[in-house]
Every structure is written in C-alpha cells, then in structure tokens.
C-alpha cells in the first residue's frame, strides 16, 4: 500500500478559531469593518512590540504600501537582498525607485552588512531587510549604517512571527515593519498582512493608502490614490486565534527542525539550516537544505525524485538580480550574487507545516537520504 502523500505545508486550526468565525457569522460582522479587525490589529502590534498595525489584503500589498507611504524620491536607490521573494523588488519598482541587491551569507542565507555597506551609493535612500526562513538579519550593523546614511529601513518580517533578535521582537525595527499570513506562515489568515510601526503621522497615511484614501469630511472626493486593501472580519477572527497560539507555534516549529536534524545529521551531502547564532535561535519557517557540490543534480531533480515517493517540497527563491521581468526594464543587469546564485539552484524545503507529524517527519528525512545514498 503507498503512503499518503506528505504536502510541503499544512496549517494548524486547533485553537478558538472555529468559535470567532462562527461569532462573526452569527453577527453578521463579516466585511472590513468588524470588531476582530482592530482586535488582530492590537494583537500582532503588541507581538511585535509596535505601537500601530494596519491590516492588508496579503503580505505583498503590505509592502507596496509600505514602500509608498515613506514618499521616497522617484529614481532613489533602495538596497534589498537578491535573496528573497519578488514582492520586495515589485514593490520597490511600483513606487518609482530602482532595486539594488546585496549576496547572502551562505550559511544563515540573510542580507549582511558587508553587503550593504558595498551597495550604498549617494542615490541609496532605504534598506529593505528581509529575514529568511527562519533566522533573522544580523541587524544591530545595518541599522547603525541607516542611521550613518539617514536612510530609511524597511522590515520585512513576512516568516518571522514570534521571531526576536537579541531579544526583540522580530518586525520592530525600522521605520516600518511587514507581515504575511498565508497559510504556510506562523500565523495564518488563509491570504492576508499586516503593516507596523511606531510613528503616528505614517499610520495615519498607511490607514488611508489601505482603504482607497476615503476622506473622513467628504467620502468619495480623493487627494490621493490608494489601495483597496482591507482585510475582512472573517480573516482577522483567523488571525486572533492564531496570535493567540504563536508561543505554542513558535515551539512546535522549533521541536520540527530539532527532529529534522536529529534525522539527518549525518548526511554529509547537505548543508542544515544553522540552528542558532549569537543573536538568534531559529525558528524553522521552513526546513531547508541545500546541496553540497558533490552531488551529481541539482535542487529541481532532488525535488522531482522526492515527490516520486510521495514528499512535498518547495524551491528556495529565485535571486532578484536573475528575474526576467527586471532585466527587461534594464534593473540589476550587471549584479552577480554567488551565494545566493547555489543556494537558489541547490536548495529547497521539506514539509514544515504546524500540522506535521513525527512519522511524516522520519518518512521526509529518509527519503532524502534515500535519493543522496
């Protein structure tokens, strides 16, 4: 008999989310301007250790307006990794400025202030920093450079609910900070994001920007344009049952990746996501492995032989500075990016969603092993 298929990532619903739900059905209370709204708004801003959260449709429009509401300069230079997803370099080019990538490290696979510092030109106007899939940016030596250059920070913290750096909450740096709530992430909405930050004057605007800039004295007379991008009763309900859960999350995903590595520490065919630094325990987004150059294929065929025994896998990014839709509008052309060019051909995550059980994690860890024997 051939063993259900594992799926790369199934959420955990186990909480209070069924009776909010249920609340909002039984009030009626299902649009934009339920009470939950404001409730998960609270929540995610106090997780974070913020002052304001402004609920989004998804995490990619959370940094379209991000990146809008700081009124950067058209043509202004903003530094982001290449390694990362093409919402951070989408939202940099929808506000008229221009994307300039920095390489990873090749253990921790997040931005460094090496790289950075080497990218600042005078027309660098922001740092968008983006953690990656599970550990956060060494950030104490890119924040000092922002404040060296006056340059504005951009957090995003998209996989790193219930994350802290030093001891803060991962999201509470920088001038403004971004979540995600897709379902494969700590806290889930089933689509859905979230804006933070500390600065009254720039809440108000990213509270205009989400809801189409509406003004208060005469509704449908607009100064501005802005985004339908308001999240539903339904969705925000989700997430309060969720914020609710995130330490219990936060060590489900921890004990996923100590199994993880239990199972495959002596496969010396791969390189294992660094389990700790000085500044941060990880916190297993996703488990992620790459290929050591002594194995004869890349992550794309380890990908296809594991779904042959019934795992799910995910490819790890594609670098921004080797994006067709970029290098047609003449962006990043002459960047090249070593570590992040393997990491981006060679790796790829196994199942890690909350629901995973031990027995899928032993049949995922063996069956890689499997394909690298």
Request: with cysteine.
């Amino acid at each position: 008999m051939t063993a259900p298929f594992i799926p790369v990532n199934t959420p955990l619903l186990d909480g209070n989310e069924a009776d909010y739900l249920a609340e909002c059905i039984r009030t009626g209370w299902i649009s934009s301007e339920g009470p939950f709204i404001k409730r998960f708004e609270q929540a995610m801003a106090e997780a974070a250790g913020r002052h304001h959260g402004v609920a989004v449709t998804n995490g990619s429009v959370a940094l379209d307006i991000a990146v809008h509401a700081l009124g950067l300069e058209q043509g202004s230079e903003v530094i982001i990794p290449t390694f990362t997803i093409i919402s951070c370099a989408a939202a940099i080019v929808r506000a008229g400025l221009v994307p300039v990538g920095v390489d990873c490290d090749a253990a921790t696979w997040n931005m460094t202030a090496e790289g950075v510092e080497a990218a600042i030109t005078p027309r660098t106007r922001a740092i968008m920093l983006v953690h990656i899939y599970g550990l956060p940016v060494d950030l104490d030596p890119i924040i000092a450079l922002a404040r060296k250059h006056d340059l504005r920070v951009i957090e995003d913290a998209a996989e790193m609910h219930g994350q802290t750096y030093r001891g803060a909450p991962c999201g509470s740096f920088g001038d403004v900070s971004t979540f995600s709530f897709y379902p494969n992430k700590h806290v889930t909405t089933g689509e859905g994001g979230m804006i933070l930050t500390d600065d009254d004057a720039l809440a108000d605007r990213l509270q205009g920007y989400r809801n189409l800039c509406f003004q208060p004295q005469q509704r449908f007379v607009h100064e501005e344009f802005g985004w339908n991008a308001r999240m539903t009763n339904l969705q925000a309900a989700l997430g309060v049952a969720q914020v609710e859960r995130l330490p219990r999350t936060v060590e489900l995903k921890r004990r996923i990746g100590r199994l993880y590595d239990e199972h495959l520490a002596g496969l010396n065919s791969i390189r294992r996501p660094v389990a700790r630094t000085g500044y941060a325990d990880n916190i297993y987004w996703v488990y992620g492995v790459v290929l050591n150059d002594d194995v004869p294929f890349d992550a794309k065929e380890a990908m296809r032989r594991l779904g042959e025994k019934g795992i799910g896998t995910r490819p790890f990014f594609w670098c921004m500075h080797e994006q067709p839709v970029l290098r047609r509008m003449g962006l990043m052309r002459d960047e090249s990016h070593p570590n992040a060019e393997t990491i981006a051909r060679r790796g790829f995550y196994l199942p890690s969603g909350l629901a995973l059980t031990d027995d899928e994690i032993e049949r995922s860890a063996a069956a890689l092993k499997e394909i690298l024997a």
